[in-house]
Structure formats: structure tokens, C-alpha cells
């Protein structure tokens, strides 16, 4: 998978309080992690006294990337399988974008087959359902009202750094479709029908705070954490169409080292929605991601000519100036 992004910020945004936040002096970087993006499908009946988890294969990836100002991109070169293990087939797509006032978040997962942990069952040996299909597709932005001070880059991107403890509100929404089909009773207990369907498009606005904490000079600790309401619209094929309203819960967690041209991190990303509640039995997704990077600021400022006459729009978006 290879992710490009372009940073575009308006002049008004882009200003930053100096005593706060340290741009590096190096144009370039480089940076190699390993990275695993996750979802996990839960299911709890109270009124049966149930509840299981449905999660994929578990993949480890490593990962090479490289930046020069506003631009910067990144590539999954190896995925670590376990042999004699059924796989999940999987298309998931993250993006975590971080702007000076602005962080957007977008999902695109796909899973067929998912193993089975019953809550109720001390066993690491998980049955695997060929016959679940898992989707979520979602959108989520949130604004920083102190963006100028606060920076969700030097806690998750490693291209800026932290110089000062500093927290900033944040405001926002989300948009999701999911879906969840089987063609087993496997998924829904309480399902009556051979092939039970659930799907369904919420959205809704949150709001939450976010904090780094600066210690020992170049040491950082980030935690944030976002808590919503969706409106919910479900339908599924055992059961009458309905509207209901959902909490939404979006943590962030990052902590690590930056010095002045080298940075290490571990963060942590989790955006969790429900997806149904259907005769007493509710069904929710958390997916997310995981990584630990390690980045190097390379101090090779390199300069080209024909962007001096470009317009500054295009300066802008590349970070130019």
C-alpha cells in the first residue's frame, strides 16, 4: 500500500507560536516503522448473557517512508504471515492526516472470513468462519482550537516537535456505512433466519481533549480523546428498519523521543462505533492502528529553482513557504 499526502494550509492557519512548537531545519526525512491496522467486530446479548468478538488475521507489516517539507509518503514493503493458519481476506485502507488546525481521518476496510472469541470460553484455539463479511467505511475531521500551540504532528508524524507541555480542545464529526452479513446462524444468536444481514449510515458531531505532556527536554508523552453522538440508520433482514442514537469514542495515544534530528515513537489510533442493537443484542467496531517508527531528519536542504516563480498557492501546498 503507498500513501502520498500534500499539506495545504492557509497563511492564517500556519502560523505557530515558536516557544511551543520547533519546525526542523531539515527539508528532508526518512523514516522506517512496523504497522498493523486492526478492527474487531464484538457482540453482546445481555438479555442471554453473551457476548464474543469476531477479529481477522492478525498482520504485522514493516514499512519504509521518506518527506521533504509539506509532502511526504510511505509504502508497506513486507507483511509477516503465520504459516499453516487461515487468512482473512482484507482490503483496509488508513489515513490519519494531521494539519495545523485540523486532523482527518478516513477508513475503507473490507474483511471476509473472521475468528471467533466467545467470552464465555477459556480457549486459544478460535474456530475461523469463512462465511462473515465485515465493512466500514468512514469519515472523521476534527478542528484544534489551539492548533498554534498544539501539535498533533510532532506526536504522530515526527515532522515538527513539541517544545512545551500544551493541550487544545477539539471539535468535530464523523460519517460511517457498515455492514455485516454471514451465511450462518454463527454471527447472531438471536437470529432466526439462515442468513442474517445488518448494515446501516450514521453520523454525528463529538468533541474532546487532547494533551502532550514534555518532559526531560525531548521526551513526550500524547494522549487525546474524543467522545460523540451518532444518528444511527439500520436496517437489517430479520427485523423493521429503525433510527436510533449511538455514543462514538475516537482515543489517540502517542508517545516517544524527538531530538533534533531524530525522532522514535509508538501511537496508537482506535475509532470505535456501533454498528446495530437489535432485539437486545448490541454489535460494535473498533479499528485503528498501531505503529512504532523510527524517523531521520536529513540535513540536505535541497532547493529548487522553479519554485521561486511558482504561485503561492503551490508554495503553500508544499510547504514551500
Known amino acids: 500500500m503507498i500513501l502520498i499526502f500534500t499539506s495545504y494550509s492557509f497563511s492564517a492557519f500556519s ?37 464474543f468478538a469476531f477479529f481477522p488475521t492478525g498482520y504485522l507489516s514493516i514499512g519504509i517512508g521518506a518527506g521533504w517539507r509539506g509532502l511526504s509518503g510511505s509504502i508497506n514493503c513486507y507483511t509477516f504471515k503465520r504459516k499453516n493458519e487461515e487468512h482473512t481476506k482484507a482490503t483496509d485502507f488508513q489515513i ?11 477508513f475503507i476496510q473490507d474483511y471476509t472470513g473472521l475468528y471467533l472469541r466467545n467470552n464465555n470460553e ?19 475531521s476534527q478542528y484544534m482550537f489551539n492548533g498554534n500551540r498544539f501539535s498533533y504532528r510532532a506526536a504522530f508524524s515526527q515532522n515538527e516537535k513539541q517544545k512545551r507541555s500544551v493541550g487544545s480542545f477539539l471539535l468535530g464529526g464523523g460519517i460511517y456505512y457498515s455492514e455485516v452479513k454471514a451465511d450462518s446462524v454463527s454471527l447472531f444468536r438471536q437470529s432466526k433466519i439462515a442468513n442474517p444481514e445488518v448494515s446501516g449510515f450514521q453520523l454525528g458531531p463529538s468533541c474532546g481533549y487532547a494533551y502532550t505532556w514534555v518532559f526531560k527536554k525531548n521526551y513526550f508523552i500524547t494522549g487525546s480523546m474524543s467522545v460523540g453522538i451518532n444518528v444511527a440508520f439500520e436496517k437489517a433482514n430479520y427485523a423493521e428498519e429503525k433510527t436510533s442514537i449511538y455514543p462514538t469514542l475516537f482515543p489517540r495515544f502517542s508517545a516517544g523521543y524527538n531530538d533534533d534530528s531524530w525522532s522514535i515513537n509508538l501511537s496508537y489510533i482506535n475509532d470505535l462505533i456501533y454498528a446495530s442493537a437489535f432485539d437486545g443484542a448490541r454489535m460494535s467496531l473498533n479499528t485503528g492502528n498501531i505503529q512504532l517508527s523510527f524517523v531521520k531528519h536529513i540535513d540536505f536542504n535541497y532547493h529548487p529553482k522553479f519554485l521561486d516563480d511558482s504561485p503561492k498557492i503551490v508554495k503553500q501546498a508544499i510547504g514551500y513557504e
Open 15 to 51: 502560523e505557530i507560536d515558536t516557544l511551543y512548537i520547533q519546525k526542523y531545519p531539515q527539508d528532508f526525512y526518512a523514516k522506517i516503522y512496523l504497522s498493523n491496522n486492526y478492527s474487531l467486530l464484538t457482540y453482546d446479548s445481555p438479555t442471554l448473557g453473551d457476548g
Open 96 to 106: 490519519h492526516y494531521y494539519k495545523r488546525k485540523f486532523v482527518f481521518d478516513l
Open 122 to 140: 477459556n480457549s486459544s484455539n478460535y474456530p475461523f468462519y469463512k462465511d462473515i463479511k465485515l465493512k466500514k467505511y468512514g469519515a472523521y
